[in-house]
């Protein structure tokens, strides 16, 4: 009788165990997410001999990645000599070791409308960036009219009536009213006007780059950050013949940028606030940053109405060496 009940009070115990169990939902099976499109230029017609214009097979490339749901547009090793292309949403251009896209020097190259004058150009797009360890290159070199030893005399497509002043030429990489870029292991070398443009983006990883201007030539600014807001360059190395790093509020104020960890050799200011400053600079961040042999260190250049606040520098080290007046550009053209 004793150990009837023993065997009823075990019985009780594991019923409720047995119940519970069966209502535990089906294990599921975590499936590995697809590797990303990866298409390339070769496919598509580009030659990369660095004579021959790639432009449209490159273009193609893209728009077929595009019209994929995006995905990464391969650039082997060559030269691909090319006019204006376009970097649309989901799409990230792989410039492979070896491999450089160079800008062509012609006023054809390039749309009617001076703003979009670029050698890589994405308007309006998300999720795009440039990465591989290659090049891109604005052959600035190609548009120097004299050599001077303080300054070069550049050519200005203001003689064609294309645009007024005297800097009319092309920039290298732009991102317009952008958001989610991200622009990482590449080199960016010899623009003709400013290197790295940004206006208008939002949410942009800048880290891990090369910049390399001729120290002669004027107005090939590093990087350019224009009404752009939450941005993060890091990990770069920038050398140019005017403003390296260079925040500005012509079309809209600029929030939350955060500069770390760069290198930076100017002829002009390393980090500079403006000129352009028509709307507020506020939550600015340097830090750990290493600036050699510039003219100037920080600037802030702000007249056109807008206000600075929230900027911090920290850990800066910073070495500057006067440079020469730059002779008027008649007496450098003689």
């Not at 939902?25 to 590995?32: E, S």
């Not at 160079?102 to 054809?108: A, D, H, I, P, R």
């Not at 939002?202 to 350019?224: A, E, K, L, Q």
């Amino acid at each position: 009788m004793k150990m009837a009940a023993t065997l009823f009070r075990l019985t009780l115990f594991f019923i409720p165990f047995f119940i519970v169990q069966s209502r535990l939902p089906p294990p599921t099976i975590q499936l590995p997410l697809p590797l990303p499109l990866l298409l390339s230029v070769v496919d598509y017609g580009a030659i990369g001999d660095g004579r021959h214009y790639d432009t449209a097979a490159i273009q193609a490339a893209i728009d077929a990645c595009h019209s994929a749901g995006g995905g990464h547009v391969r650039f082997p090793p060559g030269t691909y000599l090319t006019a204006t292309v376009y970097i649309k949403s989901g799409v990230y251009l792989v410039v492979e070791e070896g491999a450089k896209i160079l800008g062509g020097t012609k006023l054809e190259d390039y749309p009617a409308e001076r703003r979009r004058w670029y050698v890589v150009l994405a308007e309006n797009a998300t999720d795009v960036g440039i990465t591989g360890g290659g090049v891109i290159d604005g052959h600035g070199m190609k548009f120097v009219k004299s050599f001077g030893e303080a300054k070069n005399v550049m050519v200005s497509w203001n003689e064609t009536g294309a645009c007024l002043g005297d800097e009319c030429r092309p920039r290298l990489v732009g991102f317009l009213g952008s958001r989610n870029v991200r622009v990482w292991n590449i080199h960016l070398n010899e623009p003709a006007y400013w290197c790295l443009h940004l206006v208008g983006c939002d949410n942009t990883s800048i880290h891990d780059v090369s910049i390399y201007g001729d120290f002669n030539t004027p107005n090939n600014d590093g990087i350019d950050i224009e009404a752009s807001n939450n941005t993060v360059i890091t990990r770069c190395n920038v050398n140019t013949g005017d403003d390296s790093i260079c925040p500005k509020t012509t079309y809209g104020p600029l929030y939350n940028l955060t500069v770390t960890n760069c290198w930076i050799r100017s002829r002009s200011s390393a980090i500079k606030l403006g000129s352009g400053s028509s709307y507020d600079f506020k939550g600015l961040v340097f830090d750990n940053i290493s600036i050699y042999d510039s003219h100037r260190g920080l600037g802030m250049q702000i007249r056109d109405g807008g206000d600075v606040s929230d900027v911090t520098f920290s850990n800066m080290n910073i070495q500057t060496r006067y440079y020469d007046p730059v002779p008027e550009m008649d007496t450098l053209a003689n």
